[in-house]
């Protein structure tokens, strides 16, 4: 019998995307059919969205919806099955999903998806199960629990705890919740709303992007204030690592890359190299390649790593980077790019092109997040033969088999990881990285293993197939 779930988030690839989120929620529907699991998916009407809708028609209306007009509007696009939450009031802006032009917040986030939170509970009614993803869909779940008709089980998804949806408690008369919901036990967070907190109060089950990182967020290190909640609801949450679309993300088909290739056919790589050097004003040479494709914050160790930079040109080693975020890292990178021309280049911004091609080309990916809920730039290095150079933490320490003496004699180690978010743990790292890539059959070992470990999303679909089946069993609490 085929279980049909309402998938909601603010983002999904291939429709609009800032981060790994989008890839999850893009890559759900094809990971759980093989499940009986129909995953329809309820998105924000972005510009973007409504405008490649295919064979659209209008599921609702909405005269009033938390004070503006809104259409459910359903219909197909970039291969999912989408209902779009049309309210141009809402959603109808230029800029991106969460802030505007001038880069910040867009001030009337908080309305903007308790309305997608609103609107999806009601979708979520005629289905058998809500999955909402992080702060911005999370209010769904708090919706079901406060609403008068039975409550369709839910899931909540955190793929990051370190944005916990939190507005002022002004905010609470406009989201239609009865008063009895702000209570610590309901949406209350420190004396506001937390979106994120309500939905993990109110969830059947709660997930995180990786097993380690499900652990962690126990301790006020990595909580954001809601260790607490997680650790009464412990028995209610489930570490489910990632997967990545291996179709899209295949270097032996990437159109992206200068030169396909497989674990067979490792040297074609060189080819992807000089593409990279070429598009970063590298000096061409044989010697290691590091590269980041990341966001560049103080959460993903940049700051760490723009102040070793020096030091990896002093080991021999050179850096592509590609990203942005903090200006004071934007600058800083940009900086040591101007100190060591040829041997460090820097492009501010994002582009899935180039980020494909950085993993097809670069040696070595540098990740040292001071937490990572899951990660997926590891698994695309792991996928490409581009072996990382990580912190131990959340799913990075899940995913990554650190090249130790026993790991190498034994031919298992796929990466580097090191403890502790300090230059002198990512510079001994690097040296590590460093010396095993003077060892030609060393590193071509580190390759070829993370090359065949399976980073596909069938495993993972069917542990969330599993889930949702159990919530809905007849003996589910």
Aim: a negative charge.
């Amino acid at each position: 019998m085929t279980v049909h779930v309402l998938s909601v988030a603010s983002e999904a690839y291939p429709l609009i995307k800032t981060g790994g989120l989008a890839d999850v929620v893009g890559a759900l529907p094809a990971a759980l059919a093989p499940h009986d699991v129909r995953l329809t998916t309820m998105l924000p009407g972005y510009p973007a969205v409504m405008t490649a809708l295919e064979k659209s028609q209008v599921l609702h209306r909405y005269k009033d919806l938390l004070g503006v007009e809104a259409r459910l509007v359903v219909g197909a696009a970039g291969g999912l099955e989408i209902i779009a939450l049309d309210a141009p009031a809402l959603f109808t802006r230029e800029g991106g999903p969460y802030s505007g032009p001038d880069g910040k917040d867009w001030p009337d986030n908080g309305l903007r998806f308790a309305a997608l939170g609103r609107a999806a509970a009601d979708v979520a009614r005629a289905t058998d199960l809500l999955h909402a993803h992080d702060w911005q869909a999370a209010m769904a779940a708090a919706y079901l629990r406060f609403g008068k008709e039975a409550a369709t089980p839910s899931v909540v998804t955190i793929h990051n705890i370190a944005f916990p949806g939190y507005f002022p408690a002004q905010i609470f008369p406009a989201l239609g919740l009865p008063p009895e919901a702000f209570t610590i036990e309901g949406v209350e967070y420190f004396g506001g709303v937390g979106f994120l907190k309500a939905g993990l109060q109110a969830a059947d089950a709660i997930t995180t992007v990786s097993p380690t990182y499900a652990e962690e967020i126990r301790e006020p290190e990595f909580g954001m204030g809601l260790e607490g909640l997680i650790t009464a609801r412990r028995e209610r949450v489930f570490g489910i690592v990632n997967g990545i679309d291996t179709a899209i993300w295949n270097p032996a088909s990437d159109q992206n890359l200068a030169a396909v290739y497989d674990a067979r056919t490792l040297r074609a790589r060189s080819e992807n190299r000089r593409a990279v050097e070429a598009a970063f004003g590298l000096t061409e040479s044989d010697g290691p390649l590091f590269c980041v494709v990341s966001r560049l914050t103080e959460q993903k160790g940049m700051d760490i790593l723009a102040a070793v930079t020096d030091a990896l040109v002093a080991m021999g080693g050179r850096l592509a980077v590609l990203g942005s975020g903090d200006a004071k890292l934007e600058a800083a990178f940009t900086a040591a790019a101007a100190r060591h021309p040829g041997r460090i280049g820097v492009h501010i911004g994002y582009d899935e092109a180039l980020s494909h091609l950085l993993q097809g080309g670069a040696d070595a990916i540098v990740i040292p997040s001071r937490f990572e809920p899951c990660g997926l730039t590891q698994l695309y290095g792991l996928r490409y033969g581009c072996v990382p150079v990580a912190a131990r933490t959340g799913g990075l320490a899940d995913t990554i088999v650190d090249a130790n003496e026993a790991a190498l004699a034994s031919g298992v180690a796929t990466g580097f990881l090191f403890d502790g978010v300090t230059e002198d743990g990512l510079s001994h790292a690097l040296q590590r990285a460093i010396t095993a890539f003077g060892h030609r059959e060393r590193w071509r070992s580190l390759q070829k293993q993370g090359m065949k470990a399976d980073f596909s999303w069938g495993r993972s679909g069917q542990r969330y197939a599993e889930l949702y089946k159990r919530l809905l069993a007849p003996s589910a609490e």
